[in-house]
């Protein structure tokens, strides 16, 4: 896994998704365009100021630049049912989370 090409990924999308230009964004972070876009492309690797720049900026936390893995469904309940077989107390807040969220 290219962890910064994926950062880059991700941030393009997110300002894509939020409707910024790369040369937008780049002046309210207080960046080059140039450095946007190698940021984006993998090239350079943004300093943490930056990355909480560009998270203020974005209105997302620095930890969404971070997720780049997408699951399948049936994934992310094996990956749940297996947390909560190891944990009770895991399977306790997943209920009371479900029966918060269920619709009469």
Do not use: C, H
């Not at 998704?17 to 690797?45: D, H, M």
């Amino acid at each position: 896994m290219d962890i910064k090409k994926n950062l880059g990924i991700k941030i393009r999308s997110i300002r894509r998704a939020k409707g910024y230009t790369q040369e937008k964004l780049a002046e309210l972070v207080g960046i080059e365009p140039p450095s946007l876009s190698y940021i984006e492309t993998g090239k350079f690797s943004p300093s943490v100021e930056t990355l909480q720049k560009l998270a203020d900026v974005l209105n997302v936390g620095v930890w969404e630049f971070y997720y780049f893995d997408t699951l399948s469904n049936g994934q992310m309940i094996e990956e749940l049912t297996a947390a909560m077989v190891r944990n009770e107390n895991l399977t306790k807040i997943f209920y009371n989370l479900f029966k918060s969220l269920e619709y009469k």
